[in-house]
């Protein structure tokens, strides 16, 4: 059965880091792309970064120098480390699989549940 799975989402003060994890099973995340969302309340999903099976990275601009993807194929888990976060970084944030490198989430088929990223002091 496909699944996403994503963790590492917490409290964490402004000027912080958490790195958030999404463990796939079911495939291979590998052959896809992966993209990383976020929405935060009020607001529309919107797209973050995502990492291409080639391994080519398309970044937000409202996060690029902040946010990066990367993938362990071993451990089947794509991550996303967050620096320097911001209280407007407070999301729920959401791993999907898709085909192309897009940060559009129509172009995202599979999703996980969510985990929640709250920046405060």
């Known amino acids: 059965q496909l699944q996403l799975l994503e963790s590492g989402g917490g409290l964490v003060q402004p000027g912080g880091s958490l790195r958030l994890s999404c463990t796939a099973s079911?495939?291979?995340?590998?052959?896809?792309?992966i993209g990383w969302f976020r929405r935060a309340p009020g607001k529309e999903r919107e797209g973050v970064v995502c990492?291409?099976?080639?391994?080519?990275?398309n970044t937000a601009d409202s996060v690029k120098g902040r946010f990066i993807i990367s993938r362990d194929n071993a451990k089947n888990t794509v991550y996303l480390q967050m620096n320097s976060l911001k209280p407007e970084d407070t999301a729920v944030y959401y791993c999907?699989?898709?085909?192309?490198?897009?940060?559009?989430?129509?172009?995202?088929?599979?999703w996980g549940q969510g985990t929640q990223v709250t920046v405060s002091s």
């Open positions: 999907a699989r898709g085909d192309v490198n897009s940060l559009t989430k129509e172009a995202y088929r599979n």
């Open positions: 990492i291409t099976r080639s391994g080519t990275t």
């Open positions: 079911g495939f291979s995340l590998r052959y896809w792309t």
